[in-house]
């Protein structure tokens, strides 16, 4: 591995001067002109975190998700389709904020020499992208960065997110004992409809589905998956909108998981018609929305919240009749923006324990690892399900003492196959909350009634400085500025079932502040005061 061919090809690739790069949750996003050096330093990156990792393939993934079209985005997958260890993400920081080419390179030596990786050793990354057309500038910048490093490369070219995820985690396992499934796009889709049929058990799916792809990857990639679905077999009938890749302008606009949530309504077009069923992936396909246009009440939805309690709910059951209720433990895992309403119904009703974190979901992700059955998801739809190694080895060597039992076990090893276990995959999501209703037997109607939403609002609030607020109590408490959460503390106890907290956005210079109470007047009313506070104490 030489300087100076690192140096020259980094001269190729510019950082835009006087910007202050930071890597987060969702990597490194802006706007798509903006990252053209910085994904060639997240190359160098990745290719460090492979020899760290004795050779072993680290995934790159290029998308901005829900965000407009103009964005883009890189982040770092870890060998096991986890999201990038946190330590390291200080190193990226570090790493894309180096001033020139030559204090770029120096930090490079430094790091590997800290770390005590042979740059000598091969190394190995995997990419994939979204639909977006910046997408292909930054594919080649990575390039120039791992042929610079001297490491091994595959290109997946158009992918979900989630399946990169997967990928990089079969890359890893092939031709062990705990191989994740096969190293290609069908072999996603053969492992996923495979474990579909399995779980179902000779149910079928009741009512037709569509899905609106936010005309993003997921529209190419579950039409896809459809075309190998034998859905004379499994009753699923899909019909897929929102799928125009063609126009990049177009992504996200007016559809996808994100407006359904924020907006709290369906897209404008197509129109749902009441009493048909529908869901929303975003424009990397990694959250899930479930609504229907009830004939009566109108617009309906079923958010994150909605599919972690259908999961927890279902799961918990066929514990109990397999016999291993108390050999597991199952958790529910929530952010602050969870509905109180679902964290009571957990609880209270399903008695399983809940955990609250920080929002991001490598947060919910690490919590989850701590059950033997972890259920996480963001009110977002952004979630899954993991089964500990103790868990699935339980599914499939507990002898079954009844043919209840056997179907019980039978049906949560298909989940634990079925539920991608490397990160939130909307197309995944969708196929088990299908299973689900078709062994309950549920229409949207009866998993809507399980129970009631406390009314919420979000609202975003722009300060001069997102800097200077902190939280504390896993995001639900502002530390500061002093004196702010002893004004929203104020103003929640004027107000029946009232809860509010703001925190700063992970992406742009705001705050976020959710409120909920008793009617929806009043959690309007509620989190418009919180907004006029926040506003005050943020410089503005």
């Not at 609250?356 to 996480?376: E, W």
């Not at 039978?410 to 196959?417: F, G, I, M, R, V």
Request: glycine residues 8%; proline residues 4%.
């Amino acid at each position: 591995m030489d300087r100076d061919t690192i140096i020259a090809a980094s001269k190729k690739h510019d950082i835009v001067p006087g910007r202050v790069y930071k890597y987060g949750t969702a990597g490194f996003r802006m706007s798509g002109e903006l990252l053209d050096g910085v994904t060639f330093r997240v190359g160098l990156l990745a290719a460090l975190r492979s020899r760290k990792h004795n050779g072993q393939a680290i995934g790159v993934m290029i998308t901005a998700s829900h965000n407009p079209a103009v964005d883009n985005g890189v982040k770092i997958v870890d060998p096991m389709g986890d999201m990038l260890e946190q330590e390291w993400e200080a190193y990226a920081t570090n790493l894309v904020n180096a001033p020139s080419h030559d204090e770029l390179v120096e930090y490079f030596y430094k790091l590997a020499e800290t770390l005590k990786i042979d740059l000598a050793a091969p190394g190995k990354v995997i990419a994939g992208r979204d639909t977006r057309p910046s997408g292909i500038t930054l594919i080649t910048a990575l390039a120039d960065s791992l042929a610079a490093t001297n490491t091994t490369f595959n290109d997946y070219k158009i992918l979900t997110t989630p399946q990169l995820h997967y990928l990089t985690r079969c890359v890893n396992t092939a031709g062990t004992p705990g191989a994740y499934g096969e190293v290609s796009e069908a072999g996603y889709y053969n492992k996923l409809l495979e474990a579909f049929d399995r779980a179902l058990h000779g149910r079928k799916v009741s009512g037709g589905l569509t899905v609106d792809c936010a005309n993003g990857v997921g529209g190419p990639k579950l039409n896809e998956l459809l075309k190998r679905l034998d859905s004379q077999k499994t009753g699923l009938q899909v019909k897929v909108v929102n799928d125009d890749v063609l126009r990049p302008e177009i992504l996200n606009l007016d559809c996808g998981a994100d407006f359904v949530k924020t907006r709290q309504r369906a897209p404008p077009n197509p129109k749902p018609a009441p009493g048909d069923r529908w869901c929303s992936l975003d424009g990397d396909a990694d959250r899930l929305i479930y609504y229907w246009v009830d004939p009566e009440t109108g617009f309906f939805m079923l958010d994150g919240d909605r599919i972690a309690t259908l999961a927890a709910s279902f799961i918990a059951d066929l514990s109990r009749s397999a016999g291993i209720d108390h050999q597991l433990r199952i958790g529910v895992i929530q952010t602050a923006y969870a509905n109180g309403a679902s964290t009571k119904y957990v609880e209270q009703h399903l008695q399983l324990p809940v955990v609250c974190t920080p929002t991001g979901v490598k947060h919910l992700h690490h919590a989850a690892c701590s059950f033997d059955i972890g259920v996480y998801f963001e009110a977002n739809g952004h979630g899954t399900v993991l089964f500990s190694p103790t868990a699935i080895q339980t599914f499939k060597t507990k002898a079954p003492q009844s043919p209840g039992q056997k179907d019980a076990l039978d049906t949560l090893s298909a989940l634990a196959d079925l539920i991608n276990q490397t990160v939130g995959d909307a197309i995944s999501d969708m196929l088990m909350v299908e299973v689900i209703l078709a062994h309950k037997g549920w229409t949207m109607k009866d998993w809507a009634l399980t129970y009631k939403d406390l009314p919420n609002r979000l609202v975003r609030v722009e300060v001069g400085n997102k800097d200077l607020f902190q939280t504390t109590d896993a995001e639900r408490k502002l530390s500061h500025p002093v004196g702010c959460q002893e004004e929203i503390d104020r103003e929640v106890r004027k107000y029946t079932n009232g809860r509010s907290f703001a925190r700063a956005s992970g992406t742009e210079n705001a705050c976020r502040v959710y409120a909920e109470a008793a009617t929806r007047s009043e959690a309007d009313e509620l989190a418009k005061k919180v907004a006029v506070n926040v506003r005050e104490y943020g410089g503005h």
